[in-house]
């Protein structure tokens, strides 16, 4: 079973908004920091965003009053809510868990095209 698995990315236009999911059913996600990655083509993979157990969010300065982090301990479901969209934010973007061991997902494209 794939501890964690993103949902939501796809094609949207500059300026567009996508909202990605990252779910863990296998997970207690309250016992987890959690965050986005992505990777863009010939380049290494770099940190969005990031929300502790807590609630604590932490954003690339890139991304910083676009994006939004959230999570739902719940409902063992991480967000990312991303707006005014630029085409370099296309990349993968994986989600990760990070606690007594680190998950990753497998990865959602999103590409930020006209």
């Known amino acids: 079973q794939v501890p964690l698995v993103e949902l939501g990315g796809g094609l949207v236009q500059p300026g567009g908004s996508l909202g990605l999911s990252c779910v863990g059913p296998?997970?207690?996600?309250?016992?987890?920091?959690m965050g986005w990655f992505r990777q863009a083509p010939g380049k290494q993979r770099e940190l969005v965003a990031a929300?502790?157990?807590?609630?604590?969010?932490n954003y690339a300065g890139a991304v910083k009053g676009r994006f939004t982090i959230s999570r739902d301990n719940a409902q063992n479901t991480m967000y990312l809510e991303m707006d005014s969209l630029k085409p370099e934010d296309t990349a993968v973007y994986y989600c990760?868990?990070?606690?007594?061991?680190?998950?990753w997902g497998q990865g959602t494209q999103v590409t930020v095209s006209s």
């Open positions: 929300i502790s157990r807590g609630g604590r969010t």
């Open positions: 990760t868990a990070r606690g007594v061991a680190d998950y």
């Open positions: 296998g997970l207690t996600f309250g016992s987890y920091a």
